[in-house]
């Protein structure tokens, strides 16, 4: 893949790594999805999806991006890394193995000005969002509130931070875009 892209567009100086998904080995959610009970096919199916592409993806454009000194990699985690949960146990296992694997990256590729960050949305507007869950009416307002869900321009705001000028001097970050809804630290 990294190959016929920088074949075709040149090489790659930025990587969003945006995979991911709490999604079964046969598609929809996990059922069950807990930390005991859930099938093995799901567990693989998810950490593949989520840990494991992140893992390989970032592996091969970074080794273009050490040869030329430069470059720019976002991973996307999310708000469940950071909270034990019952439902989707696996799903944010996963995204905490993304966090911590973008802050080793992150120092692993700090002598060649790569800088590796993470961004952790929480509730986002998309179509697979809306889809797959009722939604609160009030929770859908464009803006005045922060217990509102985020705006897929909101969360792409942050990766342009990272990815563009003002994001020079900042490696090896995890940033929340949830409204606040996790004031703890990470």
Sequence with gaps: MVAETEAALGPIDILVHNAGGDIAAGGGKPDPNDAVDIKEADVRAVLDRNLLSTILTCQAVARGMIERRRG???TLGSVAAFKGR??????????????HHTRCLADQLRPYDITVNCIAPGDTRT????????????RLVETGTLDRIATVDEVARVVEFFAGPMGAFVSGQVLRIDGGTQCWPA
């Design 127 to 138: 179509g697979r969002f809306l889809g797959t869950r009722a939604v609160d009416a009030n």
């Design 86 to 99: 019952t439902n989707g146990a696996i799903y944010a296992v996963a995204k905490a193995g993304v966090t």
């Design 72 to 74: 720019r990699i976002v």
